[in-house]
């Protein structure tokens, strides 16, 4: 309602018709995905559901490769920076996004944590995000958005390693404060590297499409790895020896110990993908932007 009250002038592109075909399937495709590493049938997840999605999302490529008006220019990917920092985008953020939606259930639910204290873990975040992205988007214009993503990657990997190791401790100042605060400053330093190297990696008329689909990716990164981790978690928390279910309050023997195993398999493989996000940037994007991106 703002919108259509307060912007004028804005009369789209009459020649450029919506993408309704590619908004359908790849709409449906996520839908189905995450439906089905998440719906619980009489076997568990719904396997079938999560590879008819994964067909849909397979003929969102197929289609975007041939309308004349794509609602994601696949020639975007033709460049290494710009394909590398979305890949980068896509292990860290997917990584992140899980270990910070299944930590709170695990302080709440295994540790006992007061509902009104587990915001507070992740406090760090905002105070060095919002702290360091100013000094560290400088950073990236002197050295180059792939040294220090490359950089962030590195030390978000280290909070998540201290995060999944720490875990039984069930420490909230000693062990889980020290932990968040490496994720905080390795967030910190991912940020604005990311968008310079989407945005340097594209001409100037489809940045607005480079940023959208690099925000995009990461909330789709995001989705699945919620999804897909929610299943591994399940399983590891039955494995460990867990008699309810993961994130469920309850005093059952073991549920806590089952918790924090669970989690800590989640935390370290987060690691890894992390890790591997940073060799990727620093691999692939360009070290220094061109004169001409910048």
Same mark, same amino acid.
């Given at each position: 309602?703002?919108?259509?009250?307060?912007? #004028?002038?804005?009369?789209?592109?009459?020649?450029?018709?919506?993408?309704?075909?590619?908004?359908?399937?790849?709409?449906?495709?996520?839908?189905?995905?995450?439906?089905?590493?998440?719906?619980?049938?009489?076997?568990?997840?719904?396997?079938?559901?999560?590879?008819?999605? @994964?067909?849909?999302?397979?003929?969102?490529?197929?289609?975007?490769?041939?309308?004349?008006?794509?609602?994601?220019?696949?020639?975007?990917?033709?460049?290494?920076?710009?394909?590398?920092?979305?890949?980068?985008?896509?292990?860290?953020?997917?990584?992140?996004?899980?270990?910070?939606?299944?930590?709170?259930?695990?302080?709440?639910?295994?540790?006992?944590?007061?509902?009104?204290?587990?915001?507070?873990?992740?406090?760090?975040?905002?105070?060095?995000?919002?702290?360091?992205?100013?000094?560290?988007?400088?950073?990236?214009?002197?050295?180059?958005?792939?040294?220090?993503?490359?950089?962030?990657?590195?030390?978000?990997? @280290?909070?998540?390693?201290?995060?999944?190791?720490?875990?039984?401790?069930?420490?909230?100042?000693?062990?889980?404060?020290?932990?968040?605060?490496?994720?905080?400053?390795?967030?910190?330093?991912?940020?604005?590297?990311?968008?310079?190297?989407?945005?340097?990696?594209?001409?100037?008329?489809?940045?607005? !499409?480079?940023?959208?689909?690099?925000?995009?990716?990461?909330?789709?990164?995001? @989705?699945?790895?919620?999804?897909?981790?929610?299943? !591994?978690?399940?399983?590891?928390?039955?494995?460990?020896?867990?008699?309810?279910?993961?994130?469920?309050?309850?005093?059952?023997?073991?549920?806590?110990?089952?918790?924090?195993?669970?989690? #800590?398999?989640?935390?370290?493989?987060?690691?890894?993908?992390?890790?591997?996000?940073?060799?990727?940037?620093?691999?692939?994007?360009?070290?220094?932007?061109?004169?001409?991106?910048?």
């Amino acid at each position: 309602w703002f919108i259509l009250r307060a912007v #004028q002038g804005d009369r789209g592109r009459p020649g450029e018709p919506l993408d309704v075909i590619g908004a359908l399937t790849i709409t449906a495709g996520l839908g189905l995905i995450a439906l089905g590493l998440t719906a619980e049938g009489e076997a568990g997840p719904r396997p079938a559901l999560a590879w008819t999605g @994964l067909l849909l999302v397979a003929v969102f490529l197929w289609w975007e490769g041939r309308t004349r008006h794509p609602m994601l220019p696949l020639s975007l990917f033709k460049n290494p920076g710009f394909a590398a920092a979305n890949a980068a985008t896509a292990l860290i953020y997917g990584a992140f996004t899980a270990v910070v939606f299944f930590l709170p259930m695990t302080m709440i639910a295994g540790w006992d944590v007061p509902e009104a204290l587990a915001p507070l873990a992740f406090a760090p975040l905002s105070v060095f995000i919002g702290g360091l992205s100013a000094k560290v988007g400088a950073l990236s214009d002197r050295f180059g958005p792939g040294r220090v993503i490359a950089a962030g990657g590195v030390i978000l990997a @280290l909070g998540l390693t201290a995060l999944g190791l720490g875990i039984s401790l069930e420490n909230f100042w000693l062990a889980l404060m020290p932990a968040t605060s490496l994720l905080g400053i390795g967030m910190a330093m991912l940020v604005a590297p990311l968008s310079t190297a989407v945005m340097s990696g594209v001409p100037g008329g489809l940045s607005g !499409i480079a940023s959208a689909t690099n925000n995009a990716v990461s909330r789709v990164a995001g @989705l699945i790895a919620i999804a897909a981790f929610g299943t !591994i978690l399940a399983s590891r928390y039955s494995g460990a020896g867990g008699l309810a279910s993961f994130g469920e309050l309850s005093d059952s023997a073991g549920h806590g110990a089952a918790m924090n195993a669970a989690f #800590q398999a989640l935390a370290l493989t987060a690691a890894a993908f992390a890790a591997l996000g940073a060799i990727i940037a620093l691999s692939f994007i360009p070290k220094k932007p061109s004169k001409s991106d910048a």
